[in-house]
């Protein structure tokens, strides 16, 4: 099964297009680690019941991470979970996050192998 996605930018998350072609660039088999860790980084911001089609989908920031009291390790459990589920990840090989109470924000740093046993790494804010 071939696997194909639009590339997204790694910092500003904009689509990748070719600055004198503008063709879109696109990610997929040829590298399978870049694929799965922006299928990862998209699967991690993706909001609880964002998607019309699916609303049982996404993280659940609005309903237990943006909240005035969040509980950090449940979060961290669910950000884990999300990890572990996605397609393509093997194992978590490191996991540390902090949480800013007064900008509501939850900073991550992780590894994860994937199927393949290649490294993927994140390190950033949630969401």
Do not use: C
């Amino acid at each position: 099964m071939s696997r194909l996605d639009i590339r997204l930018g790694v910092n500003s998350h904009d689509l990748e297009i070719g600055e004198e072609s503008f063709d879109l660039s696109l990610v997929g088999d040829t590298d399978l680690t870049e694929y799965t860790a922006q299928k990862l980084k998209i699967r991690l911001w993706f909001f609880l019941g964002e998607w019309f089609l699916d609303t049982a989908e996404g993280t659940p920031f609005y309903q237990e991470i943006l909240v005035k009291n969040p509980r950090v390790p449940h979060i961290e459990t669910l950000l884990k979970a999300r990890i572990l589920e996605s397609p393509n990840i093997e194992s978590l090989e490191s996991f540390a996050s902090e949480y800013d109470n007064a900008r509501r924000r939850f900073d991550v740093q992780f590894e994860a192998k994937t199927t393949e046993g290649e490294p993927i790494t994140f390190e950033g804010s949630i969401p």
